[in-house]
């Protein structure tokens, strides 16, 4: 069966694009791409880099653009000087109607220079592509919600909703930093009380050939929780070995946790997902969707559709290992072996339904199963929401004729997580398309399409102006 990052190649046309090396770029294009440079230029990684500079350096060009210093702040959390937040908002008309927040994550995941054949803290533009660490995980989306509102404001623009920016930092520290946007929700709600959030997660994709193949609008999306598996044993000389050894009995555990298979639990998102992305199917996996959208508890048509990885992880919750260690001297028997597991939750399970099908499927009492902390709030389901897919829809259908918007669940996590603890239904918006791969985002060579980058661009604008007068 075709893997899903060939999702949707076979639905819909697929509309070629003029290089953008072939055109000049609009004067506010130009502003924009300055702004954008210096994002990316800037390292906001954790270990070398600084969020707070990055902040501020946006700060400064809202500021000029006409915001107060009431309207656009940089916010720090004490303590944690290089891990700055920008939050913004232009006002709305409406008393009645309640804000919309945007929201990106500053931060970066980490780089190393000699692994790049590019500084990955400089920005190039290159063969159509722009290359830089952040460009497409997340800062090209985070420079066009501040640029959108700088356009706004020197529009003289007046939406009817007030339109807030949250970009903070800390998304790509799992739960071993601080995260910006849940110190935000739990120190300053106000920042971000809003009807609804828009976030990444979601975007478009794109062929081999640079065609638009389809767009995605991310509505829901996995919790991560982390769980060390432990055996101890009073260990001994090795020549003397016994059948109670730590490694053995690890070893048991991880191949139970390879054997181990959630069932399938559908939502509205992902049988949505599964009606529109069926008619690109063979035909018995075809029979095998609508049988599964008939019972999800048919076995044959989950083992069926689950033979395609990342479907699979749509479909069920999933736990895998990731690292293993054991023993202290190659002449002994092992006193202790570690393996870890990490977990990716569909919204209708708990952490400790989880734990409680870990520890019976391991089924060994010498295996200690321990939740690992501090852990990232569990999601909260988004509602699949006419008012939300409806614009998105229609304003594609404008601007990139018969390409669908189709509606995913994510499998990984991103600071929807974090708006969910003060009850913000939280969207993955379509919009920048990217490669198959995802752009390289968290490896090498990160890219998205420069032509990528300013349709998106024009199509967010004009999709915030939308959602922020209805």
């Not at 969020?51 to 720090?76: D, H, N, P, Y």
């Amino acid at each position: 069966m075709r893997r899903l990052k060939r999702l949707f190649v076979a639905t819909l046309l697929l509309n070629a694009w003029t290089p953008l090396s072939a055109q000049s770029l609009r004067p506010d294009q130009v502003i924009f791409r300055d702004m954008f440079v210096e994002l990316v230029n800037t390292d906001t990684s954790y270990s070398n880099g600084n969020c707070t500079l990055a902040a501020e350096r946006m700060a400064k060009r809202m500021w000029a653009a006409g915001f107060s210093r009431q309207e656009v702040r940089v916010i720090i959390p004490p303590g944690h000087e290089r891990e700055g937040n920008l939050v913004a908002e232009l006002k709305g008309s409406s008393k009645k109607l309640k804000p919309i927040l945007l929201m990106g994550h500053l931060d970066v995941v980490e780089a190393k220079r000699e692994d790049w054949n590019r500084d990955p803290f400089t920005l190039v533009e290159e063969n159509g592509y722009f290359y830089g660490r952040g460009v497409a995980d997340d800062k090209a989306r985070t420079a066009i919600w501040a640029d959108s509102l700088i356009r706004y404001k020197q529009e003289g623009y007046k939406p009817k909703r007030t339109i807030k920016l949250a970009a903070t930092c800390g998304e790509e520290g799992n739960s071993e930093v601080l995260n910006g946007a849940e110190w935000l929700a739990r120190n300053m709600p106000e920042t971000l009380s809003a009807e609804f959030a828009l976030n990444e997660g979601g975007g478009g994709r794109l062929d081999p050939a640079g065609n638009r193949q389809a767009l995605a609008m991310q509505v829901g999306e996995k919790a991560t929780r982390t769980f060390d598996l432990e055996a101890t044993n009073p260990g001994g000389h090795s020549s003397v070995p016994r059948p109670d050894n730590a490694i053995y009995d690890i070893s048991a555990a991880v191949i139970a946790i390879r054997d181990l298979r959630f069932p399938v639990q559908l939502n509205p998102t992902t049988r949505a997902f599964l009606r529109q992305y069926a008619p690109t199917l063979p035909a018995a996996a075809q029979r095998a969707t609508a049988e599964l959208l008939a019972d999800e508890k048919n076995a044959d048509a989950g083992d069926l559709l689950s033979g395609d990885a990342t479907i699979n992880a749509m479909l069920r919750t999933t736990c895998v290992a990731t690292l293993l260690e054991a023993g202290h001297a190659a002449n002994a028997l092992p006193q202790r072996a570690k393996a870890t597991v990490n977990c990716r939750i569909l919204p209708t399970m708990t952490t400790d339904e989880v734990e409680a099908v870990l520890t019976k499927s391991i089924a060994n009492p010498r295996i200690l199963v321990n939740l690992r902390s501090p852990q990232r709030p569990m999601a909260v389901p988004a509602p699949l929401d006419p008012k939300i897919m409806d614009p998105a829809i229609k304003l594609a259908a404008e601007m990139f004729p018969g390409i669908p918007v189709i509606p995913i669940m994510l499998t990984g996590a991103t600071d929807a997580t974090m708006t969910g603890l003060i009850g913000i239904p939280t969207y993955g918006v379509p919009g920048l398309f990217f490669d198959a791969d995802g752009g390289g985002a968290h490896g090498l060579k990160e890219r998205i399409k420069t032509q990528s980058v300013y349709d998106g661009r024009d199509y967010l604008y004009r999709l915030v102006k939308v959602y922020s007068n209805n």
